[in-house]
């Protein structure tokens, strides 16, 4: 393919502004013949002679469900390039069936959510997170600070071994601390490659590590898959961690623990609901820190994406391998 493929962008109005802005979309434009920007995704019933010709499609938040009727306005589409993580929200079994290629920028999305996680797991092992709610006035000196296993020497525990994981992984091998992965995927030769301990329980692991970080997908088998037990066998001063979604975590049993457990100290990028409910005590227990689901791209770093699957369409128009195409399987462990 060396001409210029006629091509869509179809996406959420913020998406626009975020994945493609500004030099992105510049580049975009002098990369394919770029026939309709459809802002917001659910109004692309009013281009479909835009739609009828587009062989390969950009985009990001807000991409509607694949439906047989969106398909079938899309007749020569070839390729879809997504500028954001999970494509569980659009992708399905019709589009699978017509052989329609799929790349998503997760690998890219991993980034910034490895740096708060690297940060947050950090700042936990110091007890950063035990004072932005006026504690330190209790605790006026770091010799009358509770005890903090700090980043010398302690473990911090990965659940589930990932893109996202990975990345934090390597970020933590400039500190001297030991890490250990529960995943009952990892091999115990991939282990010893990565300089990990693979514990074989969750249980081993909550009551082991001195700072625990949650990155396993949302399944029908992993919600919920951290209970009351867990966080009761966390060590003294222990530190939480989530960026992957509220619903693999039984709240209101962590929250009861937590009211219990005034020594152990919980940062939640995410939640369920999310935002929690207006009475939710996540919002009041001095322990529990919530940021608004911020770990992933914001910002500037959303151009990161969109730029990643313009480079991607540059390999798929030159019939070279992809770096970041997805199967079925694969799309469905997206987080």
Not at 3 to 9: D, G, T
Not at 50 to 66: C, K, N, R, T
Not at 272 to 294: D, K, M, R, V
Request: hydrophobic share 45%.
């Amino acid at each position: 393919m060396t001409a210029k493929p006629p091509a869509v962008l179809l996406l959420a109005p913020y998406s626009l502004n975020l994945a493609y802005g500004g030099p992105v979309l510049d580049r975009l434009r002098a990369t394919v013949d770029l026939r309709a920007i459809i802002t917001p995704g659910d109004t692309w019933r009013e281009h479909r002679a835009a739609l009828a010709e587009a062989q390969v499609l950009f985009s990001s938040w807000g991409m509607p469900v694949l439906d047989t009727e969106l398909l079938d306005a899309l007749p020569q589409l070839r390729a879809i390039f997504y500028a954001a993580g999970s494509v569980r929200s659009f992708v399905t079994d019709a589009m699978w069936a017509r052989g329609i290629r799929l790349s998503a920028a997760s690998a890219q999305n991993a980034i910034p959510v490895a740096e708060y996680a690297t940060a947050a797991l950090i700042l936990g092992l110091k007890h950063f997170w035990h004072y932005p709610r006026g504690l330190y006035a209790a605790h006026s000196t770091h010799l009358e600070k509770p005890p903090a296993p700090t980043p010398y020497r302690s473990t911090i525990g990965l659940i589930s071994y990932g893109k996202i994981a990975r990345l934090v992984r390597q970020r933590l091998r400039t500190y001297d601390v030991s890490v250990a992965i529960y995943d009952p995927f990892l091999s115990a030769e991939e282990a010893q490659r990565e300089s990990v301990r693979k514990v074989d329980t969750l249980d081993e692991l909550f009551a082991t590590a001195d700072a625990l970080s949650l990155h396993t997908p949302l399944l029908p088998e992993t919600e919920g898959m951290l209970q009351a037990r867990h966080f009761e066998a966390m060590r003294p001063g222990a530190f939480f961690l989530n960026t992957a979604r509220g619903a693999l975590i039984d709240e209101p049993a962590m929250i009861e623990v937590f009211r219990r457990r005034t020594d152990l100290t919980a940062v939640l990028d995410v939640t369920y609901p999310e935002p929690p409910a207006p009475a939710s005590p996540l919002f009041t227990l001095p322990n529990i820190i919530l940021t608004p689901h911020l770990a992933g791209s914001v910002g500037p770093e959303c151009q990161r994406m969109g730029d990643a699957m313009i480079d991607e369409f540059l390999r798929y128009r030159a019939e070279a391998p992809l770096h970041w195409e997805l199967n079925a399987a694969q799309a469905e462990l997206l987080a």
